[in-house]
């Protein structure tokens, strides 16, 4: 809230702006096992347990900057409230956006007697995607909101300006573009969609229980999966058919984002700028996507998983 989570390797960095009107940096150190051990050159693993560790951190980050940006006394938050919002987060959306669909389709079946698996599989996936896209449209008009999605706008913008060469300043970086191949909402999608090609594969129980065990389960090979390919799209981003691919998931940002104001930029660059420091950073490499060290923008940030 009223801030921006960036994250290296060793530490990430929230700024908020407080009710006065001041930038307050608050950060986190990192788990060297994770982010900088042999777990985070094992594919698929380092995506799951990555994940896990960056929901921990923007839940810790979300109940900070709710704190800073009211006026209260700063909260020590723990690990266990952390992961316990997080279990109960990850909850919520499982049962919304994979056990919910499910369901629905099994009345449809049983409802209009429909037994073909092809025509079964695409209700599913309509149904997931127009749950997903109408979550993101209805709490996109919610006030709070809007200002959390300038604040995710002028994330982005300011990691582009850096991978781009420019200077960290609000002028420059108000000329970036909005979107970024490696935000979350993108792995989301990729999530939703990629969901729908394997429930196809895998077939469709009878059992209905067995079926939503089936979803259920196959939801971390997903999430592995997707984070690989988010990073493999992101390193080659400028392949002419990776750029068809990932179009979706540019377009879609345009939900979870809104143009920033300057006050904004301010806080996305003094988080970018601690984790500059604390990484010993100064200028993008050529290939940001494959320095271990670059800030990943909002699958580590405000999304966090934004």
């Given at each position: 809230m009223e801030g921006v989570m960036m994250r290296g390797v060793h530490l990430a960095a929230i700024a908020v702006r407080d009710p006065?009107?001041?930038?307050?940096?608050?950060?986190?150190?990192?788990?060297?096992?994770l982010y900088r051990g042999p777990i985070s050159k094992i594919p698929f693993v380092r995506g799951l347990i990555g994940l896990w560790d960056a929901l921990g951190l923007g839940t810790k980050a979300l109940i900070w900057s709710a704190n800073v940006a009211i006026g209260e006394e700063e909260e020590v938050i723990t690990g266990k409230t952390a992961t316990g919002l997080v279990i109960v987060s990850?909850?919520?959306?499982?049962?919304?956006?994979?056990?919910?669909?499910?369901?629905?389709?099994?009345?449809?079946?049983?409802?209009?007697?429909?037994?073909?698996?092809f025509a079964l599989e695409t209700i599913e996936g309509i149904i997931k995607l127009a749950l997903f896209l109408g979550y993101l449209g209805v709490i996109g008009f919610m006030p709070d909101v809007k200002r959390l999605f300038g604040y995710h706008g002028a994330e982005h913008k300011t990691i582009n300006a850096?991978?781009?060469?420019?200077?960290?300043?609000?002028?420059?970086?108000?000329?970036?573009?909005?979107?970024?191949?490696?935000?979350?909402?993108?792995?989301?999608?990729?999530?939703?969609?990629?969901?729908?090609?394997?429930?196809?594969?895998?077939?469709r129980p009878s059992n209905f229980f067995a079926l939503l065990a089936s979803r259920v389960l196959l939801i971390p090979a997903i999430a592995g999966l997707s984070y690989e390919i988010?990073?493999?799209?992101?390193?080659?981003?400028?392949?002419p058919l990776v750029k068809l691919v990932i179009t979706p998931n540019l377009w879609l940002q345009h939900l979870t984002t809104r143009q920033p104001?300057?006050?904004?930029?301010?806080?996305?660059?003094?988080?970018?700028?601690?984790?500059?420091?604390?990484?010993?950073?100064?200028?993008?490499?050529?290939?940001?996507?494959?320095?271990?060290?670059?800030?990943?923008?909002?699958?580590d940030g405000s999304t966090a998983a934004d």
């Open positions: 006065e009107g001041n930038i307050v940096v608050r950060e986190e150190k990192l788990n060297s096992a990850l909850s919520l959306g499982i049962g919304l956006f994979f056990v919910l669909p499910t369901a629905a389709t099994t009345g449809a079946k049983e409802l209009f007697g429909i037994d073909n698996h850096y991978e781009t060469g420019r200077d960290l300043v609000p002028p420059e970086v108000q000329t970036q573009p909005i979107e970024h191949p490696r935000c979350g909402t993108a792995f989301l999608l990729t999530v939703v969609v990629l969901s729908i090609f394997i429930g196809g594969l895998v077939g988010l990073r493999f799209t992101a390193r080659h981003a400028e392949n104001d300057d006050s904004m930029i301010e806080v996305a660059i003094a988080a970018l700028e601690r984790v500059l420091e604390s990484e010993k950073l100064a200028k993008p490499s050529a290939h940001p996507a494959e320095n271990p060290s670059m800030p990943l923008a909002a699958m």
